[in-house]
């Protein structure tokens, strides 16, 4: 089970950190991402980090701006997002990502609103 | 970068009838790493088909995965109300990790 928290609503140039709760699952085994949904948009990829944290990876939009990290003696991944943009506004997911088999996501976070608006 | 474009933007399906969804890549990509999720309104997206054509761990045989190169389908047999959804695909290359637009299903 994949548990998100922290979203808020937050003005533009602001900062917000997301985390990501992690059970039923050893989670230091796993890479894991975080995806996004603009209200009524599609999925867009966001971040990921590698199971023992020392690789990251970000979209170009997010670049600079946001950071995720994780604590796997917590089992969590986090998101923290600064120089906020109107157009971050969206459900964040963080979502597992399988690896073995060719399988990609196979777990969701039910999500959690982030709101950038003045 | 791979790009993903589904066709079409909306399908409109009596119940028991058969739909057809189409993702069509950029270039030519390995089956493999091209996956097809469902998200019901209001819900987390679902893993349906990874690596093309494989059924996820409790997806029904209602759903089916085709396609390689850069023609990739998934197929509802028979539409079930319940099948109302936004399904949208995947690739998950070592450059790219990129949605398609989606497809919203629905009822005729």
């Known amino acids: 089970q994949l548990v998100e928290s922290g979203g808020a609503l937050v003005q533009p140039g602001g900062s917000v950190r997301l985390s990501c709760e992690a059970s039923?699952?050893?989670?230091?085994?796993?890479?894991m991402y975080w995806v996004r949904q603009a209200p009524g948009k599609g999925l867009v990829w966001v971040s990921r980090v590698y199971n023992d944290g020392t690789i990251t990876n970000y979209a170009d939009f997010v670049k600079g701006r946001f950071t995720i990290s994780r604590d796997n003696s917590k089992d969590t991944v986090f998101l923290q997002m600064n120089s906020l943009r109107v157009e971050d506004t969206a459900v964040y997911y963080c979502?597992?990502?399988w690896g073995r088999g060719y399988i990609p996501l196979d777990h969701w976070g039910r999500g959690t609103l982030v709101t950038v608006s003045s | 970068e791979i790009v993903l474009t589904q066709s079409p933007g909306t399908l409109s399906l009596s119940p028991g009838e058969r739909g057809t969804l189409s993702c069509r890549a950029s270039?030519?990509?390995?089956?493999?790493?091209l996956a097809w999720y469902q998200q019901k309104p209001g819900q987390a997206p679902r893993l349906l088909i990874y690596?093309?054509?494989s059924r996820a761990t409790g997806i029904p045989e209602n759903f089916s995965g085709s396609g390689s190169g850069t023609d990739f389908t998934l197929t509802i047999s028979r539409l079930d109300p319940e099948d109302i959804a936004v399904f949208y695909c995947l690739y998950f290359g070592t450059s790219s990790f990129t949605f398609g637009q989606g497809t919203r299903l629905e009822i005729k």
């Open positions: 690596a093309a054509s």
């Open positions: 039923g699952f050893t989670f230091s085994d796993h890479w």
């Open positions: 979502a597992r990502y």
């Open positions: 270039q030519t990509i390995s089956r493999n790493y």
